[in-house]
């Protein structure tokens, strides 16, 4: 599920479902929460690096999870369980982006809705020249709830915003101008530059690594935003367009309102 590797200063991360092209379902996101609580421990750590096995960053959320929580009804008093495992994803990408060491990814394949959030809540992103990005949440009826802050943080509110309401996929060479990875190179290469990048910060003063990441990161908190997201995505979740969506999805059709959007 999570492969978890220390290599001298460094903690590697490895997202290990390639079935599902490492899909997020919500036991990995909580052995992902895990491993970064336990990277803190590490005194000398200067870095953790995040990437998926198979061939693939992260495909997003696991649709399989999305059907049970649909099964469990909302209840009359209290939070919607929906909105509950909704936001659990987003305190993962709070504790990456509050990670005191700097964090990398190293995106091959598929980044795909939760995967671009992961990837936007690092450090550093290292991409091989054949990966894809996309958050095509809207086209399944569902709003882009955890990760629109971190992605818009990364490469700004107007950029952030003609990807996610189109849905549309981009190359790993439009994702780096847009500043959604650092630098891209060619799969030979990848393994490589990451390696470059971990002398680079073993050559740093640990604490003032740290510090450095303290100063430079606002303290503005997201947790209200990311709380009334989850909200909204429990309500697109359970509501008909949202179920038109996935199905859509799965049988490899445009959803009813797409058809629509076509006629004249």
Known sequence: MIDLMQQGSALILTLNAPVTRNALSDAMVQVLSEALAQAVQIEDLRAVVLRGAGGHFCAGGDFSGFKRLIAVPRPEVGPDPIAVANRRFGALLEQLAACPVPTIA????????????????????????????????????????????FVANRIGAGPALRLMLTGRRISAAEAMALGLCDEMLTGDHLDARLQHWLKLLQKAEPQCLRHTLQIVRSAAGRGATL??????FALALRSGTAAEGLAAFSAKRSPLWALEADKP
Do not use: H, K, N, Y
């Not at 980044?111 to 091989?128: D, K, N, P, W, Y």
């Not at 709380?227 to 909204?232: P, T, Y």
């Open 227 to 232: 709380d009334r997201a989850a909200e909204l």
């Open 106 to 149: 190293v995106v091959e394949g598929a980044a795909i809705g939760g995967g671009v959030g992961l990837a936007a809540a690092c450090t550093v992103v290292l991409a091989s020249d054949t990966a894809g990005f996309g958050m095509p949440e809207v086209t399944l009826g569902l709003p882009p709830a955890q990760i629109a802050p």
